[in-house]
């Protein structure tokens, strides 16, 4: 089956600690997403990639950093200079960036801090 | 950057009854797409509006978008307990994402 795998599903994070979380897809979509989710809250943008080698920093790319050296992975790792990174993390892909195109979700990575 | 406002953020209804959720932006849109969140899962997509007073039905929930292209709603007819989750608007290419309006249902 087609889809986007997260893991892991839930991850711990100590003081000064950077965490990687994995995102891979076997949609043969060219972008790929990263969201974080609080709370009562939307989903923000952290990054996106259209394209491999190449991604842009969303609305709350601070702490984060990404790399998308193939097209089937888009890996995210929270750094120890992101100061609240208990959240939802949400990877996404659709086939490109533009008006239209749908996404679709992996199951999300729940990370908290010891 | 582009914003949209979703309204209200959490809506309590009895079994049987209707819902509406509101999504409204400052800017014209491009098209507008519409996702439901399970409690505990991830986004999964609905639809997808493009053009002007567009309306279109999935069984029991219709989606619209205004003629100005300003806003858009989604109404779910006679709410079950598996309409129970959190939906969320989207716009633009990368999409930005509406705070979500969280449905509870009463049986």
């Known amino acids: 089956d087609g889809g986007i795998t997260q893991s892991p599903k839930y991850l711990f994070r100590k003081e000064g600690q950077n965490v990687t979380l994995s995102c891979e897809q076997n949609?043969?979509?060219?972008?790929m997403y990263w969201y974080r989710q609080d709370p009562g809250q939307g989903l923000r943008l952290i990054y996106y990639?259209?394209?491999?080698?190449?991604?842009q920093k969303g609305d709350i790319a601070e702490g984060y950093s990404v790399s998308r050296e193939k097209k089937e992975s888009f890996p995210l790792t929270v750094t120890s200079a992101q100061k609240n990174p208990t959240a939802f993390y949400l990877c996404?892909?659709?086939?490109?960036?533009?008006?239209?195109?749908?996404?679709?979700f992996g199951d999300g990575t729940r990370l908290s801090i010891l | 950057g582009q914003q949209v406002m979703q309204i209200p953020q959490y809506q309590h209804v009895q079994e049987g009854e209707d819902f509406t959720t509101y999504c409204n932006s400052s800017?014209?849109?491009?098209?507008i797409q519409w996702y439901k969140q399970r409690p505990g899962g991830h986004p999964v997509f609905l639809i997808q509006?493009?053009?002007?007073?567009e309306v279109k039905k999935q069984k029991r929930l219709t989606f619209q978008f205004g003629e100005a292209k300003k806003n858009s709603s989604l109404h779910i007819t006679a709410t079950q307990t598996t309409d129970v989750g959190t939906y969320f608007c989207?716009?633009?290419?990368?999409?930005?994402f509406g705070q979500g309006t969280e449905l509870s249902v009463k049986p």
């Open positions: 800017t014209t849109l491009s098209n």
């Open positions: 509006l493009v053009k002007s007073g």
């Open positions: 989207a716009v633009g290419g990368k999409l930005i």
């Open positions: 990639s259209q394209i491999v080698n190449d991604f």
């Open positions: 996404a892909s659709s086939i490109g960036q533009g008006p239209g195109q749908p996404q679709h």
């Open positions: 949609l043969n979509h060219d972008a």
